[in-house]
């Protein structure tokens, strides 16, 4: 597509509750992130994939929080026994091949009640 | 410990004034510097990036300068105009192989009409 690509753009669940988030990036590119940002922050790195691989997944802030990328293209962020604290909005990205600034897509706001 | 900070959270400026968006970073390993400007319900986007190894990139109304040994810098634009009205977000990268951001946590910018 020509941009990435988030769904939902908004969810709300309850505490306790799994939630799925997609990303679907710029064809082509190789180098995938994914970032939380609360409100009046900065976006805070959580994974980077550099094709179907976790390259880095150190700001994941617990073992609640995983992400996948089966096929170098699509990837899910999973958020397990959700907390209120994780709400936020989840920004992904793509980039051809990790270097240079990357590409946003419009986030998924995440609100858990 | 926020390594990149933004310490002003709003700026205003009349209309074809110059804007000068600060930045200042504490780690002396990021070797390479961004800006994105965010409008509401979207993604940031990018705008401008500056190399370690550079003190000055410029491109059209925007130059982002680099002070390596004041660990600053900053974004000029000129003339501003109402459409530049926008959170900006300064990002470092580190060297090596880490591909991750480290965001400040933004200035909101009105430009006056």
């Known amino acids: 597509g020509a941009g990435v690509s988030q769904t939902p753009s908004n969810k709300v669940t309850e505490k306790g509750k799994y939630v799925e988030l997609r990303c679907d990036p710029i064809s082509g590119h190789t180098a995938l992130y994914w970032y939380r940002q609360s409100l009046g922050q900065g976006p805070e790195f959580l994974i980077y994939?550099?094709?179907?691989?976790?390259?880095?997944d150190s700001g994941l802030p617990n073992d609640r929080f995983f992400a996948v990328r089966p096929e170098g293209s699509v990837s899910t962020l999973k958020i397990q026994r959700t907390e209120r604290g994780d709400s936020a909005v989840y920004l992904c990205?793509?980039?051809?091949?990790?270097?240079?600034?990357?590409?946003f897509g419009s986030g998924t706001r995440l609100t858990v009640v | 410990d926020q390594q990149v900070k933004q310490n002003s959270p709003s700026l205003s400026v009349q209309e074809g004034r110059i804007s000068i968006l600060n930045c200042d970073y504490t780690?002396?390993?990021?070797?390479?510097f961004l800006w994105y400007k965010k409008y509401p319900a979207e993604g940031p986007t990018f705008l401008i990036s500056i190399s370690s190894i550079k003190d000055k990139n410029e491109d059209g109304r925007f130059t982002v300068f680099l002070n390596k040994s004041a660990k600053h810098l900053s974004l000029h634009i000129v003339p501003s105009q109402p459409g530049d009205s926008a959170v900006y977000f300064c990002a470092a990268r580190g060297s090596g192989s880490a591909r991750q951001l480290t965001f400040g946590s933004g200035t909101q910018l009105t430009v006056l009409p």
């Open positions: 990205a793509s980039s051809r091949d990790g270097n240079g600034g990357y590409t």
């Open positions: 994939f550099q094709g179907t691989g976790a390259a880095d």
């Open positions: 780690n002396s390993m990021f070797d390479y």
